[in-house]
């Protein structure tokens, strides 16, 4: 009888210490107080570069956009916002990298660099940080067929290193 009885409350117990324990992790890794901070404004990220490929401004924007849309709750505003995320391409440039055993180039390296100005009006923190992403590719290859690929590499790179800087605890 005394058996039968541990066999049900010990359970009910264990249960009930288990729903009471409270173990939270964020895969995300952000530091955000969702209680004070509720709203994001992401200017228009322009290209500045002296050189520059049509579409990657318009790639950059979409993909910091989503990234915040993504892997926080914050709500994206025009103007206002407690975050402020704002910058522009400064460089895109390809140069020699490798050298093959005949004395040409074999790889090419793709890099953009972006400058970004952030702000969080909740806490006064203000800073202006440049980031940058490279990506390499054969020498044998065009760049007009590898652009985009190399180039969408190289924004979600950027946008991981943005959102890391801005709100995450790396």
Known sequence: MIRKTLQIIVPMLL??????CSISYKFTGTS???DVIKTIQIDKIVNRAPYGWAPMEAILNNKLQDVYANQTRLKLVKRGGDLHVAGEIVNYDQFNKGISADGYASQVQLRITVNIRFENAKTNQKWEKQFTATSQYDSTQQLTAVQETLVTEM???LCDQIFNATVADW
């Open 15 to 20: 249960l009930c210490a288990l729903t009471a």
């Open 32 to 34: 955000i107080n969702y």
């Open 155 to 157: 924004v979600k790179d």
